[in-house]
């Protein structure tokens, strides 16, 4: 792999509580190359967001970093002001989220947004800018952009807009995209091309991505590489096809059973059983023991790290070729 963009080293956030510090992120590494896409999955709790907005230094007070550091192109960026991380948010790091409202301002043409960012970050005058304003919006497929470029947010539909969030995400020329599920408030219809869109448009300029998903498919379409999350932890890592054919951890397989399939009656769905531990009842061991079918003795004693598991890399007592895998009694190993 070529020299990361990013690189998340040992990454802990913690939030205090009543009840005692809860640890939400617990030492969590990966590194994304220029050009790659790296996708983030798990289910609802998993620490998909948390992970994103530590990165883009949006983390909600008073949750914080308490541990391991983020580094963009060689430099730690997990320790700058709010000033300095605001800076490279616009100039260095592209965000797309959920809402495309959340991104847009509702009293702004679509072009001033567009305009605004790009003089902010780049040195071109206002008829460049406006020339790359109407390229990006042509660029992610907005019909009419010479007309479109004056319109407000309102005047677009949920597809076209969230296109424009990713005009804007795109302005300044960042390196990294963070896109936190981008396409789940839209319309089944269209949420597949704009994954296609993010898909092509990153490539061509050779910008990395992080897509944060729960969903599989999605991850399956458009990913080189994918970090799965569970409680947290990375539970697995690897290229996508070889965690999509071979996973090698069993909440990775159980995430794949439930991918639903139009065949199937929603209701005949493998979903996973049981529920992710909420924070301050983390189990002992492995996190996903009190779910996983095939647990043993050590999984409820000790804590495994990532190790290599065939094609990808587990956090699993199951590929420590050192294990004798006793079951355990009374669950179905
Ligand atoms: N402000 C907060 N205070 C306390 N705990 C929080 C806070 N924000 C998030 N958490 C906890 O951190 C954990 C990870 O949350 P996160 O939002 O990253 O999950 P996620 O994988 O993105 O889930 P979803 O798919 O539902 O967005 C969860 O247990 C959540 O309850």
């Not at 205090?16 to 983030?40: K, Y």
């Amino acid at each position: 792999m070529s020299t990361p963009l990013l690189e998340v080293r040992h990454l802990v956030v913690e939030f205090p509580s009543r009840h005692g510090t809860l640890r939400a992120l617990d030492d969590i590494s990966f590194s994304i190359a220029p050009g790659e896409i790296l996708g983030v999955v798990g289910e609802s709790g998993a620490g998909k967001s948390l992970t994103g907005a530590a990165i883009i230094g949006l983390l909600e007070p008073p949750g914080r970093v308490a541990g391991g550091e983020i580094l963009l192109d060689g430099q730690r960026i997990d320790n700058l002001s709010h000033d300095k991380m605001r800076h490279i948010r616009g100039r260095k790091i592209g965000a797309i989220f959920q809402d495309p409202l959340t991104s847009l301002n509702p009293l702004y043409t679509v072009g001033r947004q567009l305009t605004e960012t790009i003089q902010a970050h780049l040195p071109v005058n206002a008829a460049e800018a406006r020339r790359r304003a109407i390229g990006l919006l042509q660029d992610t497929g907005i019909p009419a952009a010479e007309q479109r470029i004056d319109h407000f947010p309102h005047q677009f539909s949920g597809g076209m807009r969230q296109r424009v969030v990713i005009a804007l995400a795109l302005a300044a020329e960042p390196k990294l995209i963070v896109a936190d599920e981008p396409t789940t408030a839209l319309d089944v219809s269209i949420q597949a091309q704009i994954i296609q869109l993010l898909k092509r448009i990153c490539k061509e300029r050779g910008a990395a991505v992080m897509l944060i998903t729960h969903d599989m498919g999605v991850i399956a379409e458009t990913c080189d590489r994918v970090a799965v999350l569970y409680a947290g932890r990375v539970a697995e890592m690897g290229p996508v096809h070889e965690v999509i054919h071979q996973p090698a951890h069993p909440y990775t397989a159980g995430l794949m059973a439930a991918i639903p399939d139009i065949e199937i009656d929603r209701e005949r769905l493998n979903q996973i059983d049981g529920a992710m531990p909420r924070l301050n009842a983390i189990p002992r061991g492995c996190a996903y023991n009190p779910r996983c079918p095939r647990v043993f003795e050590r999984c409820v004693q000790e804590r495994p790290d990532l190790i290599n598991a065939g094609a990808t890399r587990a956090a699993c007592w199951l590929h420590d070729a050192h294990e004798p895998h006793v079951a355990l009694s009374g669950v179905g190993a």
